[in-house]
Nanobody
Framework: QVQLVESGGGLVQSGDSLRLSCVAS????????MGWFRQAPGKAREFLAA????????YGVDSVKGRTTISRDNAKNTVYLDMRIVKLEDTAVYYC????????????????WGQGTQVTVSS
């Protein structure tokens, strides 16, 4: 089992950059595919990006591709989501998630979720 805690959210201005972090508990972090999701007000939760256990493979959705980078540091049990040129429509609660299976993460059904961190973009 793994517990996830996100941080790095807050109020940012349109056009700014931000880095979200997610720290995982336990000693088996490197065995999990990690993913980032978000849920905007009134909308369904949306998959954003995934990264494989060793970080060699990443995948991101077109809606944020080019503006976001997912990365991980297994020595720190941490996965990151870097966002550039944030837009008003990026306002959402951002969640990290973990699962041993890549396709389960990409399919938006991972076993473990963090509590989320709020990102609010102002104009």
């Amino acid at each position: 089992q793994v517990q996830l805690v996100e941080s790095g959210g807050g109020l940012v201005q349109s056009g700014d950059s931000l880095r979200l972090s997610c720290v995982a508990s336990g000693r088996t972090f490197s065995r999990y595919t990690m993913g980032w999701f978000r849920q905007a007000p009134g909308k369904a939760r949306e998959f954003l990006a995934a990264i494989s256990e060793n970080g060699d493979t990443t995948y991101g959705v077109d809606s944020v591709k080019g503006r976001t980078t997912i990365s991980r540091d297994n020595a720190k049990n941490t996965v990151y989501l870097d966002m550039r040129i944030v837009k008003l429509e990026d306002t959402a609660v951002y969640y990290c998630a973990a699962d041993p299976d890549w396709w389960t993460v990409v399919g938006a059904d991972p076993a473990y979720w963090g509590q989320g961190t709020q990102v609010t973009v102002s104009s």
